[in-house]
């Protein structure tokens, strides 16, 4: 049987890679569809900067007043394309495709975003459930001139409260906890309503480079490639990753402080933050001493590329094991390149450690037009997932694939609907309790305001 689901899981995964190149050759014979003209190298900042600028004119909803027209649309932290920022201070590739509403209104440029999924969720075997729950988030961005440097608010909510502290169903998934006395095990735990709130100033240094501060409760800090909602590889699936506490778990930090160089293509950062993760109280803000303390080395040696090495070390992140701190470190690569006029292809391969057990995750998506395809393959060292913290090491995988169709039904709304499908992978001393190798599916709705 695991043999079967290995032979069709490799033969989807390879139907998944193979789509980009397919695309481009369909976009290629396609009237209109001519394949855009490489982009410069990167030194050339300043014109990612103007080609941002001039991409986001083209978009419906996305003019830009007279006065601004002929200025380059950079980031909040440096002299790059905008695109380049992710979540927190984090780097994606500059040839993200940039969407969002944005509105100039006096020396401030507003931008706006949301999209919300609503879910039924089937994890098979005897350690599964079904369940319905949202997902999604709203995110606003306020930015203006400061100086010679530039002033930003960001602002992020999250309707995951409403799923119930148990958060929703997903085999091999493990961290944090409902009711603060046993861990969450087999299920993905709730985000916080609030999972941003952050300012972030930026003052140029030279032509190529500048100095930042950036500040949030909650806030991220410097570790780890962008939070999986945020990286275009895989975020138009509602599974959370298992490898989500490896990779990416402290995006949301109650109390963060992060202070950066950047030289050109280059980024060096370091954070102090609070490492405790959020408790079961998901619609408050918490305080916490500013403990913990992350380093990230960041480089986009191309329009197309974008990479990260980080470590952390976390000051009492368990609520049920305040007294054991945690080290963590990541590496990851992610690979952006457009599809023709519309289209896109993102691939992001990221590792972790945490503790001296491994993580890793590929992802890949393709979005053609109105349709969008992904694939997720992960394998993680999990002691935790018997219920006991220290537990025995186990090495379980998971490979999930989906798609998602939208419809436009207004200038700047969709609506998509979508699928996925998950096969788990579990060792021999689990099988008896997951009922074998375990499957997993959902379906969902989502609206996108863009």
Known sequence: MMTTKLKAAGAVWALLSAVPALAQHDMQSMPGMAMPTPPPPPAE??????????????MPGMAMPEHEQDQPMTGALGAYATSREASGTSWQPDATPHGGLHLMTGDWMLMGHALLNGVYDRQSGPRGDDSGFVSGMAMGMARRPLGSGTLQFR???????????RGYPLLLASGETANGITPLVDRQHPHDLFMELSASASVPLSARASAFLYAGLPGEPAFGP???MHRLSIMDSPEAPISHHWLDSTHISFGVVTAGLIFGS???E?????GREPDQHRWDIETGPLDSTALRLSWNPTPNLALQASWAHLVSPEQLEPGENSTRWSASVLYTRRLGAQGWWSTTLAWGNRDGRDAFALESAAGLGLWTLFGRAEATANDELTGVHHGP???VGKLSFGAIRDLRIAPHLRLGLGALYAFDFVPHDLRSAYGGNPEGAMAFLRLKLD
């Open 155 to 165: 602002a992020m909510l999250s309707p995951e409260p409403l799923m119930g502290p």
């Open 270 to 274: 370091a954070s102090r933050f609070n």
């Open 226 to 228: 962008p939070a999986f």
């Open 393 to 395: 090491v186990e090495h």
């Open 45 to 58: 900042h300043a014109q990612h900067a103007a080609t941002a600028g001039h991409d986001m004119q083209d």
């Open 266 to 268: 280059v980024k060096l």
